[in-house]
């Protein structure tokens, strides 16, 4: 059984940065996508990075390209999202998420990924 525990979130100026924990456990197959999703309020649920397991290929929003990175600890079995340049846009509610897939290229959809975490608060102030 996977389970994911995010951690990190919390409230930071706007131009600040803040990086994000998932610890995962029971992911023992290279052929899983992991990400982070975030939802704000009244606004649909938005990929915003994955990374496929197998490869290392990343696929990021193009709302966070160059601000934000995801990475993997596979050691400490650890996904992180640090996040740079951060603006009000980045309020929401962040998730890891993760689940099979059969390649790189499926890591681009999110909303059928089999886990996921409770979620964490980040809340950008103006």
């Known amino acids: 059984q996977v389970q994911l525990v995010e951690s990190g979130g919390g409230s930071v100026q706007a131009g600040g940065s803040l990086r994000l924990s998932c610890a995962a456990s029971?992911?023992?197959?290279?052929?899983?996508?992991m990400g982070w999703v975030r939802q704000a309020p009244g606004k649909e649920r938005e990929r915003v990075a994955t990374?496929?397991?197998?490869?290392?290929?990343?696929i990021y929003a193009d709302s966070v390209k160059g601000r934000f990175t995801i990475s993997q600890d596979n050691a400490k079995n650890t996904l992180y999202l640090q996040m740079n340049s951060l603006s009000s846009e980045g309020t929401a509610q962040y998730s890891c998420?993760?689940?099979?897939?059969?390649?790189?290229?499926?890591?681009?959809?999110?909303?059928?990924?089999?886990?996921w975490g409770p979620g964490t608060q980040v809340t950008v102030s103006s």
């Open positions: 998420a993760a689940g099979k897939r059969a390649s790189a290229t499926d890591c681009s959809i999110v909303h059928d990924l089999r886990y």
């Open positions: 029971g992911v023992t197959d290279s052929t899983y996508c």
């Open positions: 990374i496929y397991i197998a490869s290392g290929r990343k």
